[in-house]
């Protein structure tokens, strides 16, 4: 069985261009999780999905990052106006259900370099 | 809110020796406590979970970890290191919402 896959794996862009980072969930999960891992750090919660739904939007950084996700599917996380402090490997996870005592399934990540 | 604390941001072990890495935790009531491992350029990777139970937690590639509630921790280890196990780690405390908190990691060097 798949895991959980990212693309793309590698994305640098220049200062003020949009980017979008997808995410494919393990089949069968319904909460998604998005997260930033900035060089050295640990890693920064910013939003997860139950089903399509995002209850808590609070962790991400400004209003111009957003995510969505197609039913319980593929979750897309748009970075708009890139700012050089964005560069980090932002990391997807999904688990069975949206609760802290299921195991987060990891995918590779996505390691975005603003330039 | 739930918050962890790794208090070694890295750690070298010759390769065979024995391993500790330090975990506490702030929490209300017991908590669902999870160590990962991070290889370069890998996702996380969990090592062992623990809910509920025997406090003694056993997990993949030989490590296991012990919850001790009245010092607030959660320390992995593991007898005997192997030259495999360098990457970082990172434990994380979970709760009944969903945004599990993770440490800020501890890098493992090991020496030949």
């Known amino acids: 069985g798949a895991g959980v896959s990212q693309s793309p794996s590698n994305k640098v862009t220049e200062k003020g261009k949009d980017v979008e980072l997808r995410c494919d969930p393990i089949?069968?999960?319904?909460?998604l999780y998005w997260y930033r891992q900035r060089l050295g750090q640990g890693l920064e919660f910013l939003i997860y999905?139950?089903?399509?739904?995002?209850?808590?939007k609070s962790g991400l950084p400004s209003d111009r990052f957003s995510a969505e996700r197609t039913g319980e599917s593929v979750s897309t996380l748009t970075i708009q106006r890139t700012q050089q402090e964005d560069s980090a490997v932002y990391l997807c996870?999904?688990?069975?259900?949206?609760?802290?005592?299921?195991?987060?399934?990891f995918g590779p990540g996505t390691r975005l370099t603003v330039t | 809110a739930q918050s962890v604390t790794q208090p070694d941001i890295h750690i070298t072990v010759s390769e065979g020796a024995s391993l500790e890495l330090r975990c506490n935790y702030s929490?209300?009531?017991?908590?669902?406590l999870f160590w990962y491992v991070q290889s370069p350029g890998q996702g996380l990777q969990l090592l062992l979970k623990?809910?509920?139970?025997?406090?003694l937690v056993q997990g993949i590639k030989g490590f296991e970890a012990e919850f001790k509630r009245s010092q607030s921790s959660f320390n992995l280890r593991k007898p005997s290191v192997h030259w495999s196990d360098a990457a970082e780690y990172f434990c994380?405390?979970?709760?009944?919402?969903?945004?599990?908190?993770f440490g800020a990691g501890t890098r493992l060097t090991v020496k030949p």
């Open positions: 996870a999904s688990s069975i259900a949206a609760q802290g005592a299921y195991e987060q399934y």
């Open positions: 089949s069968g999960h319904t909460a």
């Open positions: 929490y209300g009531a017991t908590p669902y």
């Open positions: 623990y809910f509920s139970g025997d406090t």
């Open positions: 994380a405390v979970g709760a009944t919402h969903p945004d599990m908190r």
């Open positions: 999905f139950q089903g399509n739904s995002a209850p808590d």
